[in-house]
């Protein structure tokens, strides 16, 4: 495959309490391990605790997300 472009990321998570402007950095890795891009999230979002929600990110098309990326990992932020 030639061209690659990653432009969205797609997860679902729980959290454990209500969190009123939850945002996320996502850390993106390659098939070895090694990090090879990251970026935040500009907005937040509302999420209700004990209950599944899905997240489906879009990234700046200006600025694919690396498409070495085989793997990432999110570290939440809740603003309240």
């Known amino acids: 495959m030639s061209n690659t472009k990653i432009d969205s990321l797609t997860f679902d998570c729980r959290r454990g309490s209500s969190c009123s402007n939850l945002t996320f950095e996502y850390k993106l890795y390659d098939s070895s391990g090694t990090q090879v891009d ?24 200006a600025q694919p997300i690396d498409s070495r990326s085989s793997r990432f990992e999110t570290d939440p932020t809740c603003h309240d």
């Open 38 to 61: 990251a970026f935040s999230d500009t907005t937040g979002g509302h999420v209700d605790g004990a209950r599944p929600h899905h997240f489906d990110v879009k990234t700046d098309s």
